[in-house]
């Protein structure tokens, strides 16, 4: 993958996430909450839903590039993380646990529904992955005019060889490139060893290039 093109993905990783690190360091503050949840005390599933529903989000809009529709199925994602709360045995972290349960629900969407291509512009900002670059480029107001107009294409040329790619190569992109997990975490949320992590990452990657290659 390009520099320039590294640059862009990791840039839409970065849009409104301000320390991604974060759910990771705070697990041992999950398991108090996720065990205050099985006794029953709603406040403390309402904190777990504060806590990581924006990243969630993010993620969900990543792979189905709809933000009205990946905000539904990150309600349905905590939804069913609260139905099966007791099923939760502290086995991995409760972030990586609730990403699992939301990405399958975004490849079943995904699947379920016509395959979308981005049209930045014809629906307005709120309507597709448009919302997370805009926001990237808003961040960008000390720069050139050139530069922010060359962001905005390279986040659109990304965005659209992305929505190319199969939907296991796509996610592990998102997992690694722009939500920043770390290869352990990705295992779990997929369910796959770490070697396999590795391996589709790469693969993955070569493809997103080869991809962006033919749009050059």
């Known amino acids: 993958?390009?520099?320039?093109?590294?640059?862009?993905?990791?840039?839409?990783?970065?849009?409104?996430?301000?320390?991604?690190?974060?759910?990771?360091?705070?697990?041992?503050?999950?398991?108090?909450?996720?065990?205050?949840?099985?006794?029953?005390d709603m406040q403390a599933f309402g904190l777990l839903v504060a806590k990581h529903q924006d990243r969630l989000v993010n993620m969900v809009h990543r792979m189905i590039g709809r933000w009205a529709e990946a905000q539904e199925l990150a309600q349905e994602a905590f939804l069913k993380a609260l139905e099966r709360i007791s099923q939760f045995r502290n086995q991995s972290s409760f972030y990586t646990w609730l990403f699992r349960i939301a990405a399958n629900l975004a490849i079943s969407h995904r699947r379920r529904s016509v395959r979308l291509r981005f049209g930045l512009l014809d629906e307005g900002l709120e309507g597709t992955q448009a919302h997370s670059l805009g926001d990237c480029v808003a961040q960008s107001?000390?720069?050139?005019?050139?530069?922010?107009?060359?962001?905005a294409e390279d986040s659109k040329r990304v965005a659209e060889a992305l929505d190319r790619l199969d939907d296991d190569y796509r996610l592990v992109i998102i997992l690694r490139d722009m939500e920043d997990m770390d290869y352990a975490q990705i295992s779990r949320v997929l369910d796959v060893p770490p070697g396999t992590v590795k391996s589709r990452l790469h693969r993955a990657r070569l493809m997103l290039k080869g991809l962006l290659g033919e749009q050059a």
């Not at 990791?10 to 503050?29: K, T, V």
């Not at 065990?35 to 029953?40: A, L, N, Y």
Request: hydrophobic fraction near 35%.
């Open 141 to 151: 107001r000390e720069q050139s005019p050139q530069a922010v107009a060359q962001l």
């Open 1 to 40: 993958m390009s520099d320039r093109a590294s640059k862009s993905v990791a840039a839409q990783g970065q849009a409104g996430d301000e320390n991604p690190s974060a759910p990771a360091a705070l697990s041992f503050e999950d398991e108090a909450l996720v065990d205050k949840c099985r006794k029953g």
